[in-house]
């Protein structure tokens, strides 16, 4: 059964920092894109980072760029999104995602929530 769990979220103030984990388990994640998103309210699910099978390459949204570091444990099946310099425009659940190359499937986790107060 594939699983992806994302914990981590919470409550921080403007400026401060959270990390989130997605553990993954029920598929080969050393194989697997892993990406994260957020959706805030009202808005539309949007891609803020993803890192490759392997971790060699990253990527991210304008957005956040500077800001958050995607990165991946393939020993223990986990994806981290480390936020730093958070704002109120950042306040969204995150989900993250895992899809193998070349595939039209893909995974989800349920999501975190993360809330930023100015």
């Known amino acids: 059964q594939v699983r992806l769990v994302e914990s981590g979220g919470g409550l921080v103030q403007a400026g401060g920092s959270l990390r989130l984990s997605c553990a993954a388990s029920?598929?080969?994640?050393?194989?697997?894109?892993m990406s994260w998103f957020r959706q805030a309210p009202g808005k539309e699910r949007e891609k803020v980072a993803v890192?490759?099978?392997?971790?060699?390459?990253?990527n991210y949204a304008d957005s956040v760029k500077g800001r958050f570091t995607i990165s991946r444990d393939n020993a223990n099946n986990i994806s981290y999104l480390q936020m730093n310099s958070l704002k109120p425009e950042d306040t969204a659940v995150y989900y993250c995602?895992?899809?193998?190359?070349?595939?039209?499937?893909?995974?989800w986790g349920q999501g975190t929530q993360v809330t930023v107060s100015s």
């Open positions: 995602n895992a899809q193998r190359p070349g595939s039209v499937y893909s995974y």
């Open positions: 029920g598929f080969t994640f050393s194989s697997h894109t």
């Open positions: 890192i490759t099978s392997t971790g060699s390459s990253t």
